[in-house]
Structure formats: structure tokens, C-alpha cells
């Protein structure tokens, strides 16, 4: 925690380019993006959007033609999980933002995750 | 904790920007916007998460009543039309997120039309969402309980909740990507000055989160 700063203000300012587009933030996507060491002629934004079309549908098959039981249900769960880490990550830029923004956002998922988990395991009637 | 503060740093370049603003200053209030946005966000996880729960807990007592559910759900247009529906939600994400990089390269132009597509798609989304329910009705979940409910006099609520929570969300954020789009008009964005853009985009984004999560614990699960 100390090697790496959480003031957003830091951050900013010390990425900052003024005169270049989009400098008072750190979001500025090339043409084109890296995948597993390949170069994809198109922006960062246009493959996780591939990747999230990819995965729904992988969902709803998943859904429709594997019998509910067994593995399918935590497999659903982890796409799911996948899919909105993917649009926090990239969309909302918390690859390139102040790491505050993150644990703003962790806490109430961790201590609600945590509260659904015990309303679960209380027996009816209680 | 000092290290977590949102104070200004005093190695922070000081230069002024299009509104007269020091850069440092202007950078301190973007991101002083964007962690009041974070703030404001993570209340809303708190109030879906307690939708979320009472409609997990509900699903793991009465497994007989999610089995007929799914059944009706597969009956046309069920499941298929709330997957184009999550499609086109997805679809709107992108084109807030293209808008953005629009206006980052200085074309206002370009962000007109990307997020009034993301308008347009959400709009879409809304209608749709209206659809589901009126089939949903005629199949007995209603809202409140009545003769034609059935087994699902204690789902209704627990169903419509959730997800009309987020349909209004869905129309707040319609709204909100028109007022972006009207700002854009009369060139209130720049690539010096987006972070308009990017506050909206913060919450739309968030709520196709929500929608990722509900999709799946309610519709697929």
C-alpha cells in the first residue's frame, strides 16, 4: 500500500499531459489492442464488448441445453461474475483509476456478499 | 489513511485550463467529482444487493416455484427476449464507452450520435422490459397477489422488484444520456473538459452491472 499511491489527485496530475486529448483523465484507448501477445486492429473497448456478447451467449446455452444441478450453477455464477468485472475493469476504468474508486466500490460488495451469504443459511421461520 | 486523502499534492503542475482553472485544481475537482460518483454508487449497491438477497433467500425455499418459473420462461418469448434485452444493454455500454473516446479526441459530433445511440438502446431496453412484464402478467406473476397468481402470490414482488428498481434506472440514465447529448450541442465538452460525459458513463455502466448480476441470478439460474 505504501509503494503505490491511492490519492487520485497524485495520480492525475502526474499522468497528466495538458494539451493532449483527455489528459485530465487517463483514458485514452489505441486503435488497436493486444490479446494473448496478438495485435487486434480495433480498440480495447470493441473486444471486451466482443468478449461480453461471447460470454451472454455462452450463458444462455449454458441456461437452455445443460440440465440445472451440478457445476452449471457456479460456472453461470463465475461468467456472470466475469462479465461484470470486465465492464468495472474497462468500461469504468478502474484499470487506470485511483485504487480509492476500487475500495469504494469493494466494501459494500464484500459486506453485503457476506450478509446474503449468512440470510442463506438461516433456517425458515427464524 | 493519509495516503487514501483526496488531497492535492504538492508536486502537481500548476497550469490553467479553458475555464481560467489552475490544471492541478481542475484535475482535483474531476476526481473529486468521480469519487463522489464511486460514493454515490456503492450506496446503490447496498439498496440492489437488498432486493437481490430477499429474492435469493425466497429462491432457496421454494425451489418448486422457481421450477415452474423457468417453465414459463421458456414458453416464446420468455428467456430470448430478456437475452436480447441484456444483448442491446450490453450493446449501449460500448457505445457509451466509444462516445466517451470521442469526445476525448476533441469530435463532439462523434459523442452525439454514440450516446444518442446509448439513449436509443436503453430506450429500447425499457420497452422491452415492458413487454416481459405484460407476458409475464398474463401468466399469473403479477405484483400483488390475486386469484390468477397461484403458486406465485409471493414471487410477484419479489420478481418485479428487482428488476423495476432497475428499469428505472434504466430511465433515469435515458434521461441523463439526453441532457449529455444536449450539452454536447452546445459544446459544453471538449477534450479538456469531459468529465460530464464520464460521470454519466460511470452510472450506466453500473447499472449494465446490475443488470449482468440480475440477469443471471434471476433469469438463468
Known sequence: ????????????????QPGVPGYVGTHYPDDTTTV????????VYTVVFIVLGTLTVLEVALAELVPRGGLTIPLMLLISLGKAALVVWFYMHLNSDSRLFAVTLLVPVVMVTLATLFLMIVPVGY | MSEMSLQQTPAAPVRRDAHGDTHGSHSQRVQNLKFATWLYLASEVVIFSVLIATYVVFRLHNPEVMELFHEKMNEWPGIWLVSLNTFILLASSWAMVMGLRQIQRNNPQGLMRWIGLTALMGTVFVVFQYVEYTEMAHKGITLYYDAASGIFKDFGMRFYAPTAFHGAHVIVGVLWALYVVNNARKGRYSSQNYIGVEVFGLYWHFVDVVWIVLFTLIYLI
Open chain 1, 1 to 16: 500500500m505504501a509503494d503505490k499511491t491511492m490519492t487520485p489527485a497524485a495520480d492525475a496530475a502526474s499522468e497528466a
Open chain 1, 36 to 43: 494473448l501477445g496478438r495485435q487486434i486492429n480495433l480498440p
